[in-house]
């Protein structure tokens, strides 16, 4: 089969969960965050290497000042797995093998049970104030993968428990 010379990848981490145990006054928020791998050449030799950052706000009133914020990322939508997360060509079968980790050195792939795979921040929020966590999402495309050319996407369960 004929592969194009040029694949393009992009991993939408589109939908947003704020669960966990409610505190009286206090609220985390956060947005939909995008790991934007761009074009990657078909049969690439090295890995593509990419980041974003997760920003959740906290604010509180009257409640305890220290927060305990916890990030999980869920399975791929197409493998349904975390361990070997896959991005689907936009209107194709072809996938393209790619995961989410926890570190710069890419080793521990980011999952969702918490205290084994997630990420946890400790933020102290004073009274009537907000403060913002930030999580950095390290994201891989593995190297020499046989694609078509085209955009690839997927799409992820963030959730936040605080």
Not at 44 to 52: C, L, M, R, V
Request: net charge neutral; charged share 15%; aromatic share 6%.
């Amino acid at each position: 089969m004929n592969k194009a010379a040029i694949g393009c990848g992009l991993v939408l981490c589109g939908l947003f969960c704020l669960t966990g145990p409610v505190q009286a006054g206090t609220t985390c928020n956060g947005s939909a965050v995008q790991l934007a791998f761009g074009s990657v050449p078909s049969h690439h030799s090295q890995a593509s290497d990419t980041s974003a950052v997760l920003n959740v706000t906290c604010s509180r009133e009257g409640s305890p000042r220290k927060i305990i914020v916890s990030v999980g990322i869920g399975p791929s939508s197409h493998s349904g797995s975390i361990t070997d997360r896959r991005m689907r060509l936009d209107g194709g079968a072809d996938t393209l093998a790619y995961n989410i980790y926890r570190d710069l050195s890419m080793t521990s792939v980011w999952g969702e049970t918490a205290g084994v795979d997630t990420v946890e921040q400790e933020v102290v929020v004073p009274n009537k104030s907000s403060v913002t966590a930030q999580f950095v999402l390290f994201g891989r495309i593995p190297p020499r993968q046989d694609v078509f050319a085209g955009r690839y996407s997927d799409s992820l369960l963030l959730r936040v428990n605080f």
